[in-house]
């Protein structure tokens, strides 16, 4: 693996709530991508995943806490840089997809205009009209000149993520942040922007992160995977790997219950018996250990992270040394 | 079997254009479908498929322009029709949390439709802890408001509620929008639990294929408005007749690397329903169409056993349905 353009470096997110003490959303988290590569970031809601993705590019919403680690993008930390700095670095060097790609546009402007200003601001080559249009072109919107002069509600929610996923690659930063970025498409739309991504992630330069609780998208998508359980990075592997060999059990029991591999005459789908850990109490030890089929007494303890084989971790005290 | 729900040539309108020169635009066409007692119907379909309206005509919520509802037997007409069906049936909202009333405790949520229907309600607390036990929650639930649940928590809320009148026919819209694959699997398999508990007839709006695949006897694909296939869920999925089928199944992103989707099944969106396309609506997506499918409408044709598509293609060739797969 060549140097990471992006890479979290023990990262600990907390959140401060009414009813006392922290939520401790992103605990200890480490990940690195490189140049050419496709990460899936995967976790069911309150996993933290959202929050990784935030810090990641330093949007993290009022109230939220850095307790610890660091950011590097380029040999800066992303977290310690002065406001000026950090505005500079986004979209040049990290650019972001949101979910909803309707909250992601102000209503009252036209496309044209909103991506001028995202591009004005760093530099008027790239806000020329003609530039605009070809961006909008290579995204797959046809007709992309007339595009410019529309508004956001003119466009379907397909149109709008791509138009998001134009104006987020009109800088040509090095590392694209997707967070879900299909889950308010139709499975038609899905598939088309799983494809678009796909293409992108091929001829662009850099390094794309997909933010999803989607599996499908994962194996579709992703060359390295890293699932995520109550804050932390629990199991990382290559996505082959990731689906054909996990290690971990919350691993296994996500790919189980995932209505799409079950067979339907089975009747019944498997469930995760539980539920996800309060982040302001966590259990001592594994998080995931009180839900656990295979947890033992030295679940309880501090979890190591295991290293089952090559681009893999896996932190379980039932994975082998 | 009797029917528990039958739809003969429904037809729904929404209103559009301006003041001055109002339109009617159809955005439901012609759709017949029974729902069996103790029988799941999916209604599939993209954003803008029709699929929400025809749920909405169903439950009396948006008027019919043409053609017949029918709940047990009966014509639905008029208040007391639409009353009848409103005791006999409920609906799941898709968006769980917002259905439910942030000043009404769980326990008052759950037996409210009691005193909407003024029916008899002895004693709430036990019918509430009734009702939450049914749907695997505990009594202590009762207390709380819908702001302190989960996602999947309020989920099961909206199914106790849809529950407490012991309905025969239950519509759905998205059960599953939302939730994470692990507890939108405890879902499913409450509602299959239920079904078999209860004899509950399902009418499942969706575009979650893999939720259809579980939970669905039959399926019924929307396109614009109009029934393009129809079938028993898992002949449809096996073979699907209509090219619209075999690319929404082969759009599905599957939880595997090794089986990666190199081409697209389906490019472009729904066309708008302002500008609908000649002949075959679907035409202007088709991998397959012809010449015949830009000059002329299908009909809805017998394909099988049980099954009925809309294509030119289908009905003239009677194994169409193997060919018609898209290949990945």
């Known amino acids: 693996m060549t140097a990471p353009l992006l890479s979290v470096e023990g990262l600990s997110v907390s959140y401060r709530v009414p009813e006392g003490g922290d939520v401790r959303a992103v605990r200890g988290v480490s990940l690195a991508v490189a140049r050419g590569e496709v990460l899936g970031i995967m976790g069911e809601s309150g996993s933290g995943k959202s929050t990784l993705a935030a810090a990641m590019i330093n949007l993290l919403p009022p109230g939220a806490r850095i307790e610890g680690g660091a950011v590097r993008l380029g040999g800066a930390d992303m977290l310690r840089l002065p406001a000026a700095e950090q505005r500079r670095l986004r979209g040049r060097a990290v650019a972001m997809v949101f979910q909803d790609p309707m909250t992601a546009f102000n209503p009252v402007l036209t496309i044209g205009r909103q991506m001028a200003d995202f591009a004005g601001a760093h530099d008027a080559a790239r806000a020329a009209r003609g530039a605009l249009a070809a961006m909008l072109a290579r995204v797959g919107i046809p007709d992309a000149e007339r595009c410019l002069d529309r508004y956001p509600h003119e466009l379907s929610g397909g149109m709008r993520q791509r138009v998001a996923i134009a104006a987020a690659l009109l800088m040509q930063p090095e590392v694209l942040i997707a967070d879900e970025p299909t889950t308010a498409l139709d499975v038609t739309m899905e598939a088309q922007i799983i494809h678009l991504l796909r293409d992108l992630s091929r001829e662009f330069d850099g390094a794309i992160v997909v933010v999803t609780h989607h599996l499908g998208v994962i194996a579709e998508l992703c060359d390295r995977v890293a699932v995520m359980y109550a804050g932390e990075v629990v199991e990382e592997a290559p996505v082959d790997a990731l689906f054909h060999d996990p290690r971990h059990p919350y691993t296994r029991a996500l790919l189980a219950c995932d209505p799409a591999v079950v067979d339907p005459a089975s009747g019944r789908l498997p469930v995760i018996g539980g539920r996800v850990p309060d982040l302001a109490a966590l259990p001592q030890g594994c998080a995931f250990a009180p839900r656990c089929p295979a947890a033992f007494a030295a679940c309880r303890t501090p979890v190591p992270r295991r290293v089952p084989g090559p681009e893999r971790s896996v932190l379980c005290h039932g994975v082998a040394p | ?328």
């Open chain 2, 1 to 328: 079997m009797t029917a528990v729900l039958d739809l003969a040539r429904v037809s729904v309108d929404l209103p559009a254009g301006g003041f001055f020169a109002p339109v009617r635009l159809p955005v439901v066409l012609d759709v017949s479908l029974g729902v069996a007692r103790g029988q799941s119907v999916a209604l599939v379909g993209e954003s803008g498929s029709g699929k929400t309206t025809l749920a909405r005509a169903v439950m009396g919520l948006q008027p019919v322009a043409a053609g017949r509802i029918a709940f047990e037997g009966a014509a639905v007409e008029g208040r007391a029709g639409f009353a009848r069906l409103r005791r006999n049936a409920a609906l799941m909202f898709q968006d769980a949390t917002a259905s439910l009333s942030p000043r009404l405790t769980v326990g008052d949520l759950v037996t409210e439709p009691f005193r909407i229907h003024g029916q008899p309600l002895p004693d709430p607390r036990r019918t509430a802890r009734e009702l939450l036990g049914m749907v695997g929650l505990p009594p202590a639930m009762a207390s709380r408001y819908p702001h302190e649940l989960s996602g999947g928590q309020a989920r099961r809320v909206g199914v106790a509620r849809a529950l407490a009148l012991k309905p025969r026919l239950v519509i759905a819209d998205e059960p599953t929008a939302g939730l994470d694959v692990s507890v939108q699997a405890e879902v499913l398999n409450l509602m299959t639990d239920l079904r078999q508990a209860m004899g509950l007839a399902y009418l499942i709006i969706t575009h979650n294929l893999a939720l259809v695949r579980h939970v669905a006897d039959r399926v019924a694909v929307l396109y614009l408005g109009r029934v393009v296939e129809e079938g028993p869920t898992g002949a449809v999925f096996a073979a699907p007749a209509h090219p619209y089928t075999a690319s929404l199944i082969a759009a599905e992103p599957l939880p595997d690397p090794r089986r990666r989707r190199a081409d697209l099944a389906i490019r472009g969106e729904v066309p708008s329903i302002l500008r609908r396309p000649a002949g075959c609506e679907f035409h202007t997506r088709c991998p397959l169409a012809r010449d015949i499918c830009r000059r002329r409408a299908p009909d809805l044709a017998v394909t099988g056993p049980d099954r009925r598509a809309r294509c030119h293609l289908a009905v003239t060739q009677p194994e169409q349905g193997e060919r018609h797969a898209v290949e990945n």
